[in-house]
Every structure is written in C-alpha cells, then in structure tokens.
C-alpha cells in the first residue's frame, strides 16, 4: 500500500510523465505547482517512446534551466515493482525494465507508477474517511481505489478495472482476456465505432467529418450524437449501458462511498456523461447510494501525483 502525502524539501524540483496511449505529457513541478509543461503525441514503437519521453524533459529542463531531481513517469498499464508488466495501450505486453531504461535516458533516479494511480496519489487529499473508487476513462480504462486518504495497491495492479470482464463471449483483448470493460468501451473503442459508422455510411455526419479530418475519435461521436444523428446516439447509449455495468461491478466489489470518474467524456455536462448516469441510475443495485462524481483536473492529477511519488520515493 502506497503511504499517503509526503512534502518534499522546499525549492526541490521533480519531473512528472503522464505517459498514455494519445499522447505523452511531461511536466516540470515545485512543491504543489507545475511550473512548466511539454506534451508530444506518442509514437509506436518503445523506443521512440522513450526517446520522446527524453526529449520532454530536456524541454522542460531547457525552458526552466534547471534539472529534475527525479522523475516519476505515470504509465497506463499494470506495474509492479518498477517494471511494467503489461500496457497493451503502449504496445508492452511483457515484463519490461522502464524505470531502468529511462533512469539511463534521463540520468537521474526514475520511479514508475500506474496513471490513474497516479492521479490517486494526487487524489487522497480530497477523500479521506472512507472508501473512493477512481475509474478514469481515456485510450483505455484506468482504476484506482482510495480508502481512507490512501492508495490500495495489492502488489501493484489493484484497482485495474479496464481488465474486468463483462462479456465472456466478447472481442479479445491483447491482455489475453476475452471481454475487458476496456474493450467494449472506451476512448479507442468509441473512436473506432464512430469510424465503422462512418465507413458503412450509417452515419453520414461522420462520413462528412471522416472525409474533412481523415480520422475520427471519441469526441467526434459525441458530436454526432449532440447533432441528432440517430445511428451514434444508439452506439453512444449502448456504450454508456456497458460502462454502468462497469461501475455496477466496482461498486459490488468496492462498495465505495463514491464512484470518482476522470476524463472529459465522463463529465456530469457532456452527453456521453449524462447518458452513464442514467444508465447507472437505472442499473445500481437498489442496496447502493455510491454516487459518480466528476474530477474535472484528471489531466494535471496525474502529472502532480507522479511528480509526489517521485518526491516521495526519493526522500523515503
């Protein structure tokens, strides 16, 4: 269990990677502040993301003219010990030695950590007499479990909702499952069904928006749904029902005192975000009061919980 906030010497500045499947963000933090910021979007292949990860922190170091004195890189996929061992998002499905490898890109001390337990980190401040679930919604789905002002991290992967399964006859996931919340919804699996609308000409708003943008993400299926197309307000409603189902899970298994949901489509003021409550509302177990509530700053939790166990872990 990872211990609770921890201030680091006064003037001390750490380095913060929120290293997802869209894009790697890099900031530089003093104290509670980010003080300057970089963000690239992540290419393929591992090393090229390392080497963009490096390119980030000189960046920052640059623009500051100063040096981290460590860097904690928050990491969408399941560590344990330092090492990642699976980030299907990020194209590591194996056992694989980041902290070593970006320690040597970096030169200095590296210290790596889940992302949505990242955020957490961050977090606790806010819930601290009982129990939050954090389920954060962007390439994929992160989780993280809060209970009374600390982070619950079993031997590292706990709270690692994305790989529940909800279907056992449903699509196959790299994580070798059959099935995983994140595979059925999700920012890439929206993505990929406002494309498949697009391309079998079931949405022709989004065969216009394809044809303008040449791809097409989560965001803009939203925006055909708000436009009144009919065929992704179905898709946007079945995904919304899934990811109550999601919840309705956690919450079986948590019974938290609330849900906490990060990412901007899952906002109380957005359409994808009103249609989970419904569907929640519909789906919680009648035994259940566990409200969802919105964490509007998920971006810059992340990247000032890294920052933290950087700190935390290099004081002790």
């Keep these: 269990m990872l211990s609770e906030r921890s201030r680091s010497p006064e003037g001390a500045l750490f380095g913060a990677v929120d290293w997802g499947g869209t894009w790697v963000r890099v900031a530089l933090v003093a104290g509670d502040q980010i003080i300057h910021r970089e963000r690239l979007p992540r290419p393929e292949s591992l090393p090229e993301q390392y080497a963009t990860i490096a390119l980030l922190v000189r960046r920052c170091e640059a623009a500051v003219g100063r040096r981290p004195t460590s860097v904690g890189i928050a990491v969408a996929g399941v560590v344990q010990q330092q090492a990642v061992m699976t980030a299907i998002n990020l194209g590591i499905s194996e056992r694989t030695e980041v902290a070593t490898a970006l320690a040597a890109e970096l030169d200095c001390p590296v210290f790596v950590a889940n992302d949505t337990q990242s955020a957490a980190v961050w977090l606790t401040d806010r819930w601290r007499q009982d129990t939050t679930a954090v389920l954060s919604m ?22 690692d909702f994305g790989h529940m399964v909800l279907d056992v006859d449903g699509p196959r996931c790299p994580c070798g499952g059959v099935g995983c919340f994140e595979m ?7 993505s990929a069904a406002a494309e498949e609308l697009a391309a079998t000409g079931q949405s022709a708003y989004l065969l216009e928006r394809f044809r303008a943008a040449g791809s097409l993400h989560a965001g803009d299926l939203q925006d055909a749904s708000d436009a009144g197309d009919t065929a992704s307000q179905v898709t946007l409603a079945h995904a919304a029902s899934v990811f109550a189902v999601g919840i309705r899970n956690i919450v079986a298994t948590v019974d938290p005192a609330r849900v906490a949901l990060a990412g901007r489509l899952l906002s109380g003021d957005v359409t994808f975000g009103v249609m989970v409550r419904q569907s929640w509302d519909r789906l919680r177990p009648s035994w259940c009061s566990t409200p969802l509530v919105h964490v509007p700053d998920d971006g810059d939790a992340t990247l000032l919980g890294a920052a933290r166990l950087a700190a935390r872990e290099f004081f002790g």
């Design 138 to 159: 962007g390439t994929g789905i992160g989780g993280a479990v809060i209970d009374r002002g600390r982070l619950v991290s079993g031997r590292g992967a706990a709270g």
């Design 184 to 190: 059925l919804v999700s920012g890439k699996v929206l």
